[in-house]
C-alpha cells in the first residue's frame, strides 16, 4: 500500500470490503480470506496474491 500510495480506507472503499476486515487482513490476524477479495485487492494494487500471502508453517 504504500508503494502504491493507497490508505487503508482508500484501499477499502475500491475494494469493497471494510476497513476492519482489511486492517485484520494487513496485520495477519485472520485464518482465510476469499479469493474474490484477494482477487480484488490485487487489482487496485497491481499485484500478485504472493506479494501479499506468507506461509507460517501453522498448526497441522
Request: hydrophobic share 35%; with cysteine; charged share 25%.
Amino acid at each position: 500500500m504504500a508503494d502504491r500510495k493507497i490508505s487503508l480506507n482508500e484501499l477499502s472503499e475500491r475494494v469493497g470490503v471494510s476497513n476492519v476486515n482489511l486492517s485484520k487482513l494487513k496485520t495477519g490476524k485472520v485464518s482465510a480470506v476469499r479469493f474474490s477479495t484477494l482477487n480484488e485487492i490485487c487489482k487496485v494494487l497491481s499485484c500478485q496474491p504472493g506479494d501479499l500471502l506468507e506461509f507460517s508453517g501453522g498448526e497441522e
